[in-house]
């Protein structure tokens, strides 16, 4: 069972434009919630992360928004660029376990120039 | 400082043989997760590494899989009689004690195992 859902699961967005990746989860337990950048050959890369006790956090172009009640949060990437073309993958976890992450899918996004 | 390391980077074996792969986590980090990725999907976690802990070996899909972290470092998973699905990348993550709360995984590149 997909503790986490992601979609969609790919995305082109022009260069300049937002990009928005969705996340939803069920288990009310999940306290922290990470997204993760991964290009081509590598691993994983947290990028951006999110506790519950607020709706919002940005960092330069990379926004979370978190919906508590409807347990959602999503990534918006503003004035996206080329070089932001990989796979997202958000992520949960519960800090009273912390050893068990649960991730998305994966989006991958593509920004054409 | 380095980074997780985890050799080797691709790995193409015939279906039945045996594999091992390796994951040398950050110096001083004392958790160590594995993961699968196959195309298409999330990472499918599947074992865990706490200190001197017994693992977390949860997610391990069969007894074909194990894992062994020898002094706290160095761990390597390891697949018997490979089968054509055991194709995917196999991602390892380390992270530093944990006082509090969550703590970032810091992930190595990957070894891409091909079963033919």
């Known amino acids: 069972q997909q503790q986490v859902k992601q979609s969609p699961q790919s995305l082109i967005v022009q260069k300049g434009g937002i990009s928005i990746i969705n996340c939803a989860y069920e288990?009310?337990?999940?306290?922290?919630f990470p997204w993760y950048q991964q290009f081509p050959g590598k691993g994983p890369a947290l990028l951006i992360a999110i506790r519950p006790d607020v709706s919002e956090k940005k960092e330069g172009r990379f926004t979370i928004s978190f919906n508590k009640s409807a347990k959602q949060f999503s990534l918006h990437i503003m004035d996206s660029q080329p070089g932001d073309s990989a796979t997202y993958f958000c992520a949960a976890t519960s800090s009273g376990t912390g050893n068990q992450f649960y991730f998305g899918t994966g989006t991958s996004l593509t920004v054409i120039p | 400082g380095a980074g997780v390391s985890q050799s080797p980077s691709n790995k193409v074996t015939e279906k039945g043989k045996d594999v091992e792969l390796r994951c040398d986590p950050i110096?001083?980090?004392?958790?160590l997760y594995w993961y699968r990725q196959s195309l298409g999907q999330g990472l499918e976690f599947l074992i865990y590494f706490q200190g001197n802990s017994a693992p977390d070996k949860s997610g391990l899909p069969s007894d074909r899989f194990s894992a062994e972290r020898t002094g706290g470092s160095v761990s390597t998973l390891t697949i018997q009689r490979t089968q054509q699905e055991d194709s995917a990348v196999y991602l390892c993550a380390s992270s530093p004690r944990r006082l509090a709360g969550v703590n970032e995984q810091f992930f190595g590149p990957g070894t891409r195992l091909t079963v033919l």
């Open positions: 110096s001083g980090h004392t958790a």
């Open positions: 288990n009310t337990a999940f306290d922290y």
